[in-house]
């Protein structure tokens, strides 16, 4: 459950929750990106892979959704209960830099208190001793290669790097550094459908144990989220 108190280092959580994540033996992550208004399938997301998550990572254009989902859990307690902890999420090239919300639990929502929470370009987090770098991808030139991402991580010492932007699954390793996008969670490009990844570790026999959701919409409604082979 996420205290839904956005510190000054962007990450939204209890100082606790954050501390008790850099500093425990194992972690998982949920990573999804470019929802891009499918607020939806953020929630259904949330809703069954939230609460077994120690973190949640977005990586930008649908900040508006993760904003959203803050607002409903002050109401909510079921979505309260499932949001991971601590949540990072980056503003993308579509996203504003800050978004109100409604909190409290007026029935007028215009007279609820208001909270601004601000949509950073990028984040640096810690999980289980591992350093993370959170961004949306635009400003690094994802589309024609994860190069200028590699140095990024470089210069943090970052373990993982998490983008978004081009709508396609990718995961790399590259000198010892886990490169990832998740894909779209709405409008994939890729020829797969719309998927999010999760990552674990210790991953067991690997440094990092991945793995990709696929998102398939029923026909009558309601969605199925299987494994994804990628």
Known sequence: ??????????????????????????????????????????????????????ALIFCGDGFCDIAACLEEAFRDENLKEALPPVIAAVRGNGDADSYL?????????EAAPCRKILAP????????????????????????????LLSAAQTMDADMVFFGHTHCVHREEESGTLILNPGSCS????????AFATVSF??????FKVEFFGIHRGVFGGTDIRPLPV
């Open 1 to 54: 459950m996420n205290a839904l108190i956005q510190q000054d280092s962007a990450l939204i959580g209890s100082e606790n929750a954050i501390a008790a994540l850099e500093t425990q033996n194992s972690a998982r992550l949920l990573v999804f990106s470019d929802s891009h208004g499918d607020l939806d399938t953020v929630r259904s997301i949330i809703m069954q892979f939230g609460a077994e998550s120690d």
């Open 101 to 109: 919300l409604h909190s409290g639990e007026d029935e007028d929502e």
């Open 121 to 148: 370009l990028r984040l640096e987090l810690t999980a289980a001793g591992r350093n993370i770098l959170a961004v949306h991808g635009h400003r690094h030139g994802v589309d024609w290669g994860t190069e200028t």
């Open 187 to 194: 409008s994939p490009r890729d020829r797969l459908p719309p």
């Open 202 to 207: 210790p991953g067991g026999s690997e440094r």
